[in-house]
């Protein structure tokens, strides 16, 4: 009789550990199911440390101010090499085209831009001391910026140049609605030079659009031109139509009337292919990327992100 007592002791000892053990499994599962994730960041700031610019981290930093903020901007190619050709050739220069975001529709400019003379930055060793010489050496490196600024309808979304038979051609995708092209040439090549830079300003030069497109009847984000095929040009807007622009001859561009349909919302951001000229590709708020063959007017593959 003892010795069944015992066993009975024993069995129950296990089945109130194994109770035991279920009732902590499932409070840690309760626990981790309460848990919030966050992101883990080593270098995280806290709301009252403030980073400090190390210059010695840089090669070169150089930094200008613009009147209002700017949600996009492009550089404009220039012919004087790229990559190796140009990473230790200093003074560098380098010519950018920007869209202003103003809190007046009236007040916004595409702001075509030169930053020049941009020398290295000089680490000097722990035990060199300032002198004269070293201050002199400072202002002639000083780098130069030249803007000229072109007025714009509503705010700057988007703006993207290309360079189509030695002009610059830029788009712009504005607030209200419409896609702006511009002929940029002049300007790009008044602030490359201080004298037609003067007489541009002097002559009151202005540039005008010169041409446009109000079909998308929203704002849109996506802006692309083709690589490939000069002057070919894709636009997308927040109501998920894509169009498609064709060259025509005296500056003009037919633009499709069927657009591109496939994203159930808006497109926000579009990208010829580098190899194919009649591939694009397309990505939206619909958690979904599309690619498109153009000469069909339909999708050819569609990639859906994971939720």
Partial sequence: MT???????I?????SSGESEMETEGNGSEEQSSMVRRTYIPTAVNTDEELDFDESAYLLYRKAQTEYPCLSFDIVEDRLGSGAERADNYPLSTTIV???????????KVLVLRMSNVH?????ADNESDDSDSDSDDEDN?????????????CVNRIRNISVDGKCLCGTWSESGTVYLWDFTQAVDAVADSERLNDFIKNKSSVKPIFSFNGHRIEGY??????????????GDCRKNIFIWKPSEGSTWAVDQKALVG?????????WS????NVLGSCSVDQSIRIWDIRAKQLDVIIESSS
């Fill in 222 to 235: 996506g802006l692309d031109w083709s690589s490939l095929r000069p002057g070919l040009l894709a636009t």
């Fill in 263 to 271: 994203h159930k919302e808006s497109v926000e951001d579009l990208q």
């Fill in 98 to 108: 920007a869209g202003t975001q103003s809190g007046k529709a009236d007040g916004n």
């Fill in 120 to 124: 290295q930055i000089k680490h000097k």
């Fill in 274 to 277: 580098p190899s194919e000229e």
């Fill in 3 to 9: 010795d069944d007592y015992n066993d009975e002791e």
């Fill in 11 to 15: 069995e129950s000892d296990e089945e």
């Fill in 142 to 154: 000083e780098p130069q910026l030249d803007c000229i600024p072109v007025e714009h309808r509503g």
